[in-house]
């Protein structure tokens, strides 16, 4: 595989200066094949790695690691968060040849750094010996085309997070189905207050819950890319939601955990969020809340789907420029199924859900005070990273795909058209957006 | 037209500084009541910056919190992330001193080579200047990019500097002032006197145009400085970030971490309050090459 | 006589070749860009890439969008209201500013100058805090009021930039104006006392013409940032879900590169901003010049 598909491609527009190649208006290609392999360094050599990521104080995590690795240091470097200009720094930096060792990407965005050839196949370096180590499910969304790109760093199974005093307020239990989810919604709206927001500008909740359903947005068919978001499941979770937005069952004004929804859960506007276990850390920032949260079970979809979903969740990759990517997956797979790597993460870093099933981590298996002494992590959160769809996988044009999405939703807000309608317009963009890159993509 | 409106006209001739009671209300009550528009938000944020996210949330915008946490945030944002806040506004420094300074030279040099020599091609060049000043300087920055990045310039000083030294505009203005005040006679004085014209340029032609470059020095060190775009797109490595990169890489955190809030209100403050004093002190340079110069062609 | 046919170039050469450097080449490269088109092969592009020239494909990509086009039609919407708007507050503060009832006009100009120096990233960080409910005390207060106003939904949020937008630059334009106030000579003020006109007939019979070329250099710098806007979207986004990421221009254009990887797009999206913010500047001041007839 060539290296640095654009900076092949800039070569080509610049490399006899700009203005002779306007006149040219040169075609060029890009070979395919694989990068050398590169060896481990010698035994006298210190190796440093650099690594991007956004978690918080990131560099006492790797500090345990460097204390026992005297020859193989890591620096972390704070970036801001991924679609927040993170991504973009990684994007520009490997098109200057540059970049980290190691950065922080999400699993959705994994496929969209292999379309610039940006990472590192790990399995070239004997990710394999490790795969056992990480919950299959997470393993399945960075492996494709026989090959893995990025060590799984952090999920986030998903329940019902709830204010249990306004729950009590109206004597009822946390909803175990979504048809009970929207008679509860009903009896919030009744003494005005909304138990959940819908999102519209972050639709990744909503693909989560379809997921959830059971649905498979992308799925690889041969060298195609086939592309469904008008199956049963994402249209019976669209229908669901339109009936709640027409019923004005949801808030659909506030951004999920915008300052406005701080605001909101801290008064009582908003009764609770069906989120990722990393919520857990931002619910703590409502004010005044506290020992007030409860985290139950998610909804189901009776009789059909699955107990739970996944939302965000992130892996260590290794990128295309890495002068050391042996070490470098060293460290990813030490940081990520070791139980100080774990620890270390949890304790100061506040990751989401550990991706090894063999130890959630140490400070998780207390009891939390601020969700009222409950132990949810145990309770909730284990079994509900047992029960999720095996078959979502992502594509190289989630982002897209998502603020497509979004705009398509808004329109719902200002009642041109429907969720199912908005799901429908989307499918058709995303099979554009993929052959406007010259993929090969169909409809399902 | 009666004897009142008279007075009334009297009273209006700025060069006479001679008003009645009623108008001088009116007209200073507007002024205060349009003050308030651009100073509250000024008041807010120093009322915010003494506050804990808590207060924030929970205590009159308006007004102090009971405790004041000012010392405390303050010293938050200058020691957070051992003190890379300093390092911003250090980076900003030099991003907008150096790219003033520069830009200011070229565009003065450039300005007087365009009003003082009549020579092929001045006024393909001038209209080539012109057309760089009405390009959106977002619109450029982008391919921009995509060029440095090939020079391997992209994330580093260089890639926000050298495109800080370009200003069309300044040049645009300084040929303007250059042709109204460097007068041609002193020119040729000084070549008979055997000047040569480099040394007519540094002598008399710099002298001369100094309100002009005043004003584009501080054009460009205020457009450097606020500047988002252009380092947003080249840079990568927080060490090199601007003030304007930095300060929203923290406020883009508040999401997920709310003490950031802290942070962010307490760096807004520190960050805006030495422009803040150099604008009122500046104001008043500000005017040089505007009134001789641009609008007056 | 050599010298002197020398000299000129060497003074412009500085300028010319950084001009050459962060101007000429990128517009070109931009050109060439937008009429250029990469192909991948495979499921991620493993199996290569081709170059090829692309026609107008994508300008018609770009103009195909709607958000696109809607993002046009929006920064247009916006320039209409928010330019006029702002340049007439800026002219009323210099003409009472400068009229001699006002007391202590260099504090105000100080004053109204003062958000010039705040980036407008940082204004839009600090206006956000005041645009937030729960946060904003003008919120707070309005709800005291039994007002409840959502100042970030789809159809306030766009003049909730414009807010940010004329907050920072009316006190920059108001300076530019006064400055050139300051340059009109006392005797005319004496002449149109003589013939009797009051000060509504002062400002506009004399200091409104006069100061006409203050007010078109606003008016054409005013057009190319309403045309750039860019951060106080983008940073709004983080308290506003109506805000999309094809919110204006120049943040699609942003997006189309950075989030979506599409450069040859961004690069079409990019020739077409600078071609609207050309077409517009120059329509504006052939339409004033034509208006105003030859001086």
């Given at each position: 595989m060539a290296r640095?598909s654009?900076?092949n491609?800039?070569?080509?527009?610049?490399?006899?200066?700009?203005?002779?190649?306007?006149?040219?208006?040169?075609?060029?290609a890009r070979p395919a094949g694989q990068p050398?392999?590169?060896?481990?360094?010698?035994?006298?050599?210190?190796?440093?790695?650099?690594?991007?990521?956004?978690?918080?104080?990131?560099?006492?995590?790797?500090?345990?690691?460097?204390?026992?690795?005297?020859?193989?240091?890591?620096?972390?470097?704070?970036?801001?968060?991924?679609?927040?200009?993170?991504?973009?720094?990684?994007?520009?930096?490997?098109?200057?040849?540059?970049?980290?060792?190691?950065?922080?990407?999400?699993?959705?965005?994994?496929?969209?750094?292999m379309l610039?050839n940006?990472?590192?196949d790990?399995?070239?370096?004997?990710?394999?010996?490790?795969?056992?180590?990480?919950?299959?499910?997470?393993?399945?969304?960075?492996?494709?085309n026989?090959g893995?790109?990025?060590?799984?760093?952090?999920?986030?199974?998903?329940?019902?997070?709830?204010?249990?005093?306004?729950?009590?307020?109206?004597?009822?239990?946390?909803?175990?189905?979504?048809?009970?989810?929207?008679?509860?919604?009903?009896?919030?709206?009744?003494?005005?207050?909304?138990?959940?927001?819908?999102?519209?500008?972050?639709?990744?909740?909503?693909?989560?819950?379809?997921?959830?359903?059971?649905?498979?947005?992308?799925?690889?068919?041969?060298d195609?890319?086939?592309?469904?978001?008008?199956?049963?499941?994402?249209?019976?979770?669209?229908?669901?939601?339109?009936?709640?937005?027409?019923?004005?069952?949801?808030?659909?004004?506030?951004?999920?955990?915008?300052?406005?929804?701080?605001?909101?859960?801290?008064?009582?506007?908003?009764?609770?969020?069906?989120?990722?276990?990393?919520?857990?850390?931002?619910?703590?920032?409502?004010?005044?809340?506290?020992?007030?949260?409860?985290?139950?079970?998610?909804?189901?979809?009776?009789?059909?789907?699955?107990?739970?979903?996944?939302?965000?969740?992130?892996?260590?990759?290794?990128?295309?420029?890495?002068?050391?990517?042996?070490?470098?997956?060293?460290?990813?797979?030490?940081?990520?199924?070791?139980?100080?790597?774990?620890?270390?993460?949890?304790?100061?870093?506040?990751?989401?859900?550990?991706?090894?099933?063999?130890?959630?981590?140490?400070?998780?298996?207390?009891?939390?005070?601020?969700?009222?002494?409950?132990?949810?992590?145990?309770?909730?959160?284990?079994?509900?990273?047992?029960?999720?769809?095996?078959?979502?996988?992502?594509?190289?044009?989630?982002?897209?795909?998502?603020?497509?999405?979004?705009?398509?939703?808004?329109?719902?807000?200002?009642?041109?058209?429907?969720?199912?309608?908005?799901?429908?317009?989307?499918?058709?963009?995303?099979?554009?957006?993929?052959?406007?890159?010259g993929?090969?993509?169909?409809?399902? | 037209?009666?004897?009142?409106?008279?007075?009334?006209?009297?009273?209006?001739?700025?060069?006479?500084?001679?008003?009645?009671?009623?108008?001088?209300?009116?007209?200073?009550?507007?002024?205060?009541?349009?003050?308030?528009?651009?100073?509250?938000?000024?008041?807010?944020?120093?009322?915010?910056?003494?506050?804990?996210?808590?207060?924030?949330?929970?205590?009159?915008?308006?007004?102090?919190?009971?405790?004041?946490?000012?010392?405390?945030?303050?010293?938050?944002?200058?020691?957070?992330?051992?003190?890379?806040?300093?390092?911003?506004?250090?980076?900003?420094?030099?991003?907008?001193?150096?790219?003033?300074?520069?830009?200011?030279?070229?565009?003065?040099?450039?300005?007087?080579?365009?009003?003082?020599?009549?020579?092929?091609?001045?006024?393909?060049?001038?209209?080539?200047?012109?057309?760089?000043?009405?390009?959106?300087?977002?619109?450029?920055?982008?391919?921009?990019?995509?060029?440095?990045?090939?020079?391997?310039?992209?994330?580093?000083?260089?890639?926000?500097?050298?495109?800080?030294?370009?200003?069309?505009?300044?040049?645009?203005?300084?040929?303007?002032?250059?042709?109204?005040?460097?007068?041609?006679?002193?020119?040729?004085?000084?070549?008979?006197?055997?000047?040569?014209?480099?040394?007519?340029?540094?002598?008399?032609?710099?002298?001369?145009?100094?309100?002009?470059?005043?004003?584009?020095?501080?054009?460009?060190?205020?457009?450097?400085?606020?500047?988002?775009?252009?380092?947003?797109?080249?840079?990568?490595?927080?060490?090199?970030?601007?003030?304007?990169?930095?300060?929203?890489?923290?406020?883009?955190?508040?999401?997920?971490?709310?003490?950031?809030?802290?942070?962010?209100?307490?760096?807004?403050?520190?960050?805006?309050?030495?422009?803040?004093?150099?604008?009122?002190?500046?104001?008043?340079?500000?005017?040089?090459?505007?009134?001789?110069?641009?609008?007056?062609? | 006589?050599?010298?002197?046919?020398?000299?000129?170039?060497?003074?412009?050469?500085?300028?010319?070749?950084?001009?050459?450097?962060?101007?000429?080449?990128?517009?070109?490269?931009?050109?060439?860009?937008?009429?250029?088109?990469?192909r991948l092969s495979g499921l991620f592009g493993e199996d290569g890439a081709t170059?090829?020239?692309?026609?107008?494909?994508?300008?018609?990509?770009?103009?195909?969008?709607?958000?696109?086009?809607?993002?046009?039609?929006?920064?247009?919407?916006?320039?209409?209201?928010?330019?006029?708007?702002?340049?007439?507050?800026?002219?009323?503060?210099?003409?009472?500013?400068?009229?001699?009832?006002?007391?202590?006009?260099?504090?105000?100009?100080?004053?109204?100058?003062?958000?010039?120096?705040?980036?407008?990233?940082?204004?839009?960080?600090?206006?956000?805090?005041?645009?937030?409910?729960?946060?904003?005390?003008?919120?707070?207060?309005?709800?005291?009021?039994?007002?409840?106003?959502?100042?970030?939904?789809?159809?306030?949020?766009?003049?909730?930039?414009?807010?940010?937008?004329?907050?920072?630059?009316?006190?920059?334009?108001?300076?530019?104006?006064?400055?050139?106030?300051?340059?009109?000579?006392?005797?005319?003020?004496?002449?149109?006392?003589?013939?009797?006109?009051?000060?509504?007939?002062?400002?506009?019979?004399?200091?409104?013409?006069?100061?006409?070329?203050?007010?078109?250099?606003?008016?054409?710098?005013?057009?190319?940032?309403?045309?750039?806007?860019?951060?106080?979207?983008?940073?709004?986004?983080?308290?506003?879900?109506?805000?999309?990421?094809?919110?204006?221009?120049?943040?699609?254009?942003?997006?189309?590169?950075?989030?979506?990887?599409?450069?040859?797009?961004?690069?079409?999206?990019?020739?077409?901003?600078?071609?609207?913010?050309?077409?517009?500047?120059?329509?504006?001041?052939?339409?004033?010049?034509?208006?105003?007839?030859?001086?």
């Open positions: 640095l654009r900076r491609l800039l070569r080509a527009g610049v490399g006899a200066g700009a203005v002779a190649a306007l006149a040219g208006c040169g075609t060029g050398p392999l590169i060896p481990r360094a010698g035994p006298g050599e210190t190796v440093h790695l650099t690594y991007w990521s956004w978690l918080k104080d990131l560099q006492r995590v790797c500090d345990v690691w460097n204390a026992a690795h005297p020859r193989v240091q890591v620096e972390a470097v704070w970036s801001q968060p991924g679609n927040d200009g993170g991504y973009q720094s990684m994007f520009s930096a490997l098109a200057a040849g540059g970049g980290p060792d190691i950065a922080q990407i999400e699993m959705r965005q994994i496929p969209a750094f610039v940006g990472l590192v790990l399995s070239r370096y004997g990710f394999d010996r490790h795969a056992d180590k990480y919950d299959p499910t997470l393993v399945s969304q960075v492996g494709f026989g893995v790109y990025g060590a799984p760093q952090d999920s986030g199974p998903c329940a019902f997070f709830h204010r249990s005093d306004l729950l009590d307020e109206i004597g009822a239990e946390p909803p175990g189905t979504w048809q009970e989810w929207t008679d509860l919604s009903a009896e919030y709206r009744a003494a005005d207050r909304y138990l959940e927001c819908f999102y519209v500008s972050d639709t990744s909740l909503f693909a989560a819950i379809a997921a959830q359903a059971g649905a498979a947005w992308f799925q690889i068919d041969g195609r890319w086939a592309v469904d978001l008008t199956d049963d499941a994402t249209m019976m979770v669209a229908e669901h939601f339109d009936r709640a937005i027409e019923r004005d069952l949801v808030e659909t004004s506030l951004g999920m955990f915008s300052p406005g929804w701080f605001a909101a859960a801290a008064d009582g506007r908003i009764g609770a969020i069906t989120c990722a276990s990393w919520a857990d850390a931002l619910i703590q920032g409502t004010g005044g809340t506290e020992g007030l949260w409860r985290v139950a079970p998610m909804p189901t979809w009776s009789g059909t789907g699955y107990g739970s979903t996944q939302l965000g969740g992130s892996t260590a990759a290794v990128l295309a420029n890495s002068a050391h990517p042996q070490e470098a997956l060293d460290f990813s797979v030490w940081m990520t199924t070791d139980p100080a790597g774990i620890d270390a993460m949890i304790e100061h870093s506040g990751i989401g859900w550990t991706p090894a099933p063999d130890h959630i981590g140490t400070r998780r298996r207390q009891a939390s005070e601020f969700f009222g002494g409950q132990r949810y992590n145990e309770e909730v959160f284990v079994p509900a990273s047992r029960r999720q769809n095996p078959d979502w996988i992502w594509s190289p044009v989630v982002q897209q795909v998502f603020d497509n999405l979004a705009d398509n939703f808004r329109r719902r807000l200002t009642g041109e058209i429907t969720l199912m309608e908005a799901c429908a317009r989307t499918e058709r963009d995303t099979v554009r957006m993929l052959r406007d890159k993929l090969s993509a169909r409809s399902l | 037209m009666s004897a009142k409106d008279r007075a009334g006209a009297r009273a209006a001739d700025p060069r006479q500084r001679r008003a009645n009671a009623g108008s001088t209300i009116l007209v200073t009550g507007i002024l205060v009541v349009v003050s308030v528009y651009f100073l509250v938000p000024a008041y807010w944020i120093v009322v915010a910056a003494t506050k804990t996210t808590e207060d924030l949330f929970t205590t009159n915008g308006f007004w102090f919190a009971p405790t004041t946490h000012l010392t405390e945030n303050v010293t938050r944002v200058l020691t957070y992330d051992d003190g890379i806040f300093l390092r911003w506004f250090a980076n900003s420094v030099l991003y907008a001193g150096i790219g003033g300074l520069v830009a200011t030279l070229f565009a003065a040099a450039g300005g007087y080579a365009l009003a003082k020599y009549a020579f092929r091609g001045r006024e393909a060049v001038y209209g080539l200047v012109l057309g760089g000043v009405l390009v959106p300087a977002t619109a450029t920055a982008l391919p921009l990019f995509l060029l440095f990045s090939e020079l391997g310039l992209t994330n580093s000083y260089w890639s926000v500097l050298i495109p800080s030294v370009v200003s069309p505009f300044g040049l645009f203005l300084c040929r303007i002032y250059a042709a109204a005040t460097v007068p041609d006679t002193v020119i040729e004085a000084a070549r008979i006197d055997g000047a040569g014209e480099m040394r007519i340029f540094a002598t008399l032609g710099l002298r001369a145009m100094v309100p002009a470059m005043v004003t584009v020095f501080l054009f460009q060190l205020v457009g450097i400085w606020n500047n988002y775009f252009l380092p947003l797109i080249m840079l990568a490595d927080p060490d090199l970030y601007p003030l304007t990169l930095g300060l929203n890489n923290w406020y883009a955190q508040v999401e997920r971490l709310p003490e950031f809030y802290e942070l962010t209100t307490g760096g807004v403050l520190v960050s805006t309050v030495p422009l803040v004093a150099a604008m009122f002190v500046l104001q008043r340079f500000w005017r040089g090459g505007f009134t001789e110069g641009a609008v007056k062609e | 006589m050599k010298a002197q046919k020398a000299a000129p170039w060497l003074l412009l050469t500085p300028f010319l070749a950084f001009f050459t450097l962060a101007f000429l080449l990128p517009i070109l490269y931009a050109v060439w860009q937008s009429f250029t088109r990469v170059t090829s020239f692309a026609g107008f494909d994508n300008y018609a990509k770009a103009l195909g969008n709607p958000e696109f086009t809607a993002s046009i039609g929006r920064v247009l919407l916006f320039g209409a209201v928010q330019v006029p708007l702002m340049i007439a507050l800026a002219t009323v503060l210099a003409l009472l500013l400068e009229s001699a009832s006002a007391k202590w006009p260099r504090f105000f100009r100080a004053a109204y100058f003062m958000p010039y120096g705040v980036p407008g990233v940082i204004a839009t960080i600090l206006w956000s805090f005041l645009y937030v409910p729960g946060l904003s005390p003008f919120l707070d207060l309005a709800e005291s009021l039994g007002i409840t106003v959502d100042v970030l939904g789809p159809s306030t949020v766009l003049w909730s930039i414009a807010n940010i937008v004329t907050w920072t630059y009316t006190g920059y334009n108001t300076l530019i104006i006064v400055a050139q106030l300051k340059a009109i000579p006392g005797d005319l003020y004496e002449a149109a006392r003589v013939d009797g006109a009051g000060p509504w007939q002062i400002a506009r019979s004399i200091q409104l013409p006069l100061i006409r070329p203050a007010l078109m250099l606003t008016v054409v710098f005013s057009i190319i940032g309403t045309l750039q806007i860019f951060a106080e979207p983008k940073i709004l986004r983080e308290v506003s879900p109506a805000i999309n990421n094809d919110y204006t221009p120049n943040l699609a254009a942003y997006n189309s590169a950075f989030n979506y990887n599409e450069y040859n797009v961004a690069a079409a999206q990019a020739v077409l901003i600078a071609l609207a913010a050309f077409v517009l500047s120059y329509a504006f001041l052939y339409l004033s010049n034509r208006k105003a007839g030859r001086r």
